[in-house]
């Protein structure tokens, strides 16, 4: 089995992506503009140059609340 590596690398971009707002004032601020909206913090974090799925969003967000 294992996870499909599309999978792993979506949700290694985002780990990459959520360190990047952790140490990032300005883009944790456009993060937290997004609230809920999964599709707004995708957008952020495509401008940003970091690609993921918002199914490993979802995913992360549970795995961290």
């Not at 993060?31 to 979802?58: E, P, R, W």
Request: hydrophobic share 30%; net charge positive.
């Amino acid at each position: 089995g294992g996870v499909p590596s599309g999978v792993a690398m979506s949700m290694k971009q985002l780990v990459s992506f959520m360190s990047r707002v952790q140490s990032n004032d300005s883009l944790r601020s456009e993060i937290q503009h997004c609230g809920d909206d999964n599709s707004c913090v995708l957008k952020v974090a495509a401008k940003h140059g970091h690609k993921f799925s918002s199914a490993s969003l979802s995913r992360w967000q549970r795995d961290h609340h």
